[in-house]
């Protein structure tokens, strides 16, 4: 069924970019909007999304700017750069797609930002 697995996370210097991957399987990846999601200790927020032909894509406004989120439907990848990264990025980081009506997500992948 729907499997979502993200990768990429890890310990990075404030200032600092990382590149994190959702490989995606399970569903005909072309045909829906994914997103990313995080899940801070106080709060879980979404962070972008994009459509299923990255037409249109969203962001957290804190975000915009710092993060773009693309998508390589050939790859059924989802990826979510992230520059100029802050301590206040710290949380886990989770791929999500909606489909039939049921939210699914990935076990998500660490992000820690701290010098």
């Known amino acids: 069924q729907v499997q979502l697995v993200e990768s990429g996370g890890g310990l990075v210097q404030p200032g600092g970019s990382l590149r994190l991957s959702c490989a995606a399987s399970g569903f005909t990846f072309s045909s829906y909007s994914m997103s990313w999601y995080r899940q801070a200790p106080d709060k879980r927020e979404l962070v972008a999304s994009i459509t299923s032909n990255s037409g249109t894509t969203n962001y957290a406004d804190s975000l915009k700017g710092r993060f773009t989120i693309s998508r390589d439907n050939a790859k059924n990848t989802v990826y979510l750069q992230m520059n100029s990264l802050k301590p206040e990025d710290t949380a886990v980081y989770y791929c999500?797609?909606?489909?039939?009506?049921?939210?699914?997500w990935g076990k998500g992948t660490l992000v820690t930002v701290s010098s």
């Open positions: 999500g797609v909606r489909r039939g009506g049921i939210n699914y």
